[in-house]
């Protein structure tokens, strides 16, 4: 039953207290409460786990989310604000309204249904957007509430224990971290390491010795060069490394996303405590040899800022300190994290400040320091380790690598993935007296493809009331590339959908009605098929029979959220004379809305004409092309005839920089 009341929740969320007023909701127990019983039990506060529970609340159920650590928001608020997101545009649901409204607060402006995605963005604003929703939606979070124990009836969760003594019951609970430790609990088959290619019939799982983030200069692995005797180097093995596609339990390396600046106020890196410089002795010798970086990213998020990650053959990623990590206690896990920040503020202080480098290099990296604005709490340090794989389950459909390349595409859609199949390096080994990295693959995917509803729920028989939307049923390589921020949401957003359908028809989680599913999954815009389609919307592609061109357009797949197989450019040359015109066949006289799609690049015009012809005559517009890539930009609506009689004509004038044409898109108003 409903009731109306006021209650002011706590909780932690980058360092800060914040309070949750809760209004119109059926009632929550206090905080301090022994027992907490909502609808839902969601547990890891990840952005998945924000978004199952916000979906849960607007279809007009309680939920709360007990996390076992002090940060909410997971990766997205822990860093990791340059979002891998492959396409864009595949980002539907409460999943492109958090990119929304991250748009939206740098903007000033209330987030709409019509506002821009931004996925680029500093911690604290992602960390702003999540308080909003929990806010908004009166969400309760429960901070350092590790998971002790699972209470189970058959085949169903009941409770789930935590270390504090609280026990947290519902008809239907969530896994939403980023180690699977619910699941696991609850006695559901998982999976950790990588499978051998014959396993699923694969080509890129596996042991993996390939050229991307290697070595590219000798560097000898051994204490005493030249002598294997003197045993390797920390972080080296020499043990033999397996064929290509031999499957081990290995895992890919983790490290944190540090906020970067230049700015006058930044921390200086500090000098961990056990900082051994022995530990950077192979990048000291990497150097030496003649590499000069770039040691990390820079990429920028906004406000002088960067999400710096891993690049090259010796960077932030400590390969070879994970595998241990997915099943290990509370206790060892602490100290991984203890030895993950140990070793990568570590390498920070050793290149700005070993004297065995060369100056240019330490200057170099000593421009840059922490953020002093962002992660308060923890001296500028991210609080969120991450943790790019654990466990992965194992249900009645395993997500592999043909899913990825499109060459299967399953009919249980509940979300689409887009992203490179992305496995960081596992380990450093010895090949021929040098050392080399091992487990690294980047292969592209066509475009985006469907995730199965049988990926995210146990088998059947194993649990019936558990939904798991991050550690999915994949193989290593097809997790590399589900495993991203939006793709979190978006299942999430998903599996709460399913847990609210079980509930209604008393079924089990595996027995929930697909079609029924879906049908409300697009009614709240999720989007479940590439390329997505509208009731009676018309798509004209630069590759369509409706497109003529004037002058020299170029076919293009190098930035991504393009629509169909490629997009065109102008080779910013060419100005007045290239011209692209994209032509309808409109089935009916009427009202339509224009939409027009391009990708966004710096290297863009940002004056780029735009004339639509309809039955008043010609309406010019002027977009900005280097913003807004991968989505649908409105154009306005007008009136067109039936038939061929109205276009969209892509301009070249006085345009100051590439010109891109990709698709239009008509819409019934």
């Known amino acids: ?282 990048l000291l010798r990497y150097v030496r040899a003649g590499y000069t970086g770039p040691f990390f990213t820079t990429q920028s998020v906004g406000g002088g800022k960067t999400d710096s990650n891993n690049t090259g053959a010796f960077s932030t990623d400590f390969i070879g300190a994970s595998h241990a990590y997915p099943t290990a206690t509370w206790a060892q896990r602490d100290s991984m994290v203890a030895d993950h920040r140990r070793y990568q503020q570590g390498l920070m202080w050793f290149l700005a400040n070993d004297p065995r480098l060369p100056e240019p290099v330490r200057a170099g990296v000593a421009r840059w320091g922490l953020a002093a604005d962002e992660f308060t709490a923890t001296g500028g340090w991210p609080p969120q380790l991450y943790v790019r794989e654990a466990r992965r389950m194992v249900s009645a459909y395993v997500m592999t690598e043909r899913d990825c390349r499109g060459t299967v595409r399953v009919a249980d859609a509940v979300g689409l993935a887009s992203y490179t199949m992305d496995s960081h390096n596992c380990q450093r080994v010895v090949v021929d007296g040098l050392v080399r990295n091992e487990g690294d693959v980047q292969v592209g995917v066509p475009g985006p493809y469907p995730v199965s509803y049988r990926s995210i729920v146990p088998t059947a028989g194993q649990c019936a009331n558990l939904l798991v939307p991050v550690c999915l049923s994949a193989s290593h390589i097809a997790y590399g590339s589900i495993r991203m921020e939006p793709v979190f949401m978006i299942l999430a957003q998903s599996a709460a959908t399913a847990a609210v359908l079980a509930v209604d028809a008393g079924v089990p989680v595996q027995q929930v009605d697909v079609a029924a599913l879906q049908a409300r999954l697009r009614r709240d815009g999720q989007i479940l098929s590439w390329p997505p389609t509208a009731d009676g919307e018309i798509v004209v592609d630069n590759r369509s029979a409706g497109v003529t061109r004037a002058g020299v357009w170029v076919g293009s797949t190098a930035i991504g959220g393009y629509w169909g197989s490629d997009y065109e450019h102008d080779g910013s040359t060419g100005k007045g004379v290239n011209r692209l015109r994209f032509t309808p066949s409109l089935p009916a006289a009427g009202n339509w809305t224009v939409q027009v799609r391009w990708t966004a690049d710096p290297n863009r015009a940002g004056n780029v004409p735009v004339d639509v012809v309809h039955s008043g005559g010609v309406t010019t517009r002027t977009v900005d092309q280097r913003t807004s890539g991968g989505q649908w930009v409105s154009l306005g609506t007008y009136r067109f005839p039936a038939g061929t009689a109205g276009s969209v004509l892509i301009r070249t004038e006085g345009t100051d920089g590439y010109v891109v044409a990709d698709a239009v898109r008509f819409l019934p108003a």
């Open 1 to 282: 039953m409903s009731s109306t009341f006021t209650r002011r929740h706590l909780f932690r969320l980058g360092g800060a207290t914040l309070v949750v007023t809760a209004g119109t909701m059926s009632a929550l127990p206090a905080l301090a409460a022994g027992t907490v019983t909502a609808d839902l039990v969601v547990y890891g506060a990840t952005s998945a786990g924000i978004v199952a529970a916000v979906q849960t609340r607007r279809l007009g159920r309680t939920a709360v989310i007990v996390e076992p650590g002090n940060h909410v928001g997971g990766l997205t608020t822990g860093g990791l604000g340059y979002t891998d997101s492959g396409t864009s545009a595949a980002i539907g649901g409460v999943a492109g309204e958090f990119y929304r409204r991250v748009y939206a607060r740098y903007q000033g402006v209330p987030v709409t249904p019509d506002s821009p995605m931004r996925l680029v963005f500093e911690p604290h604003v992602a960390a702003g957007v999540c308080t909003d929703l929990l806010t908004e939606h009166g969400i309760p979070v429960y901070l350092n509430a590790r998971l002790t124990a699972v209470q189970c009836s058959g085949d169903r969760i009941t409770g789930l224990v935590a270390d504090n003594g609280q026990l947290f019951t519902g008809p239907m609970f969530v896994d939403a971290t980023y180690e699977g430790d619910l699941m696991a609990a609850a006695g559901v088959s998982y999976t950790v390491g990588r499978e051998a290619n014959a396993v699923y019939g694969e080509t890129i799982n596996g042991v993996q010795l390939r050229g991307a983030h290697q070595f590219t200069l000798p560097v000898d692995p051994y204490v005493v060069p030249g002598n294997p005797a003197s045993g390797p180097l920390p972080g080296v093995s020499a043990a033999p490394v397996a064929r290509n596609g031999t499957g081990d339990d290995r895992i890919q390396a983790y490290n944190f996303r540090m906020c970067l600046t230049q700015a006058a106020g930044r921390i200086p890196f500090p000098q961990p405590a056990g900082y051994d410089p022995a530990d950077y002795e192979l």
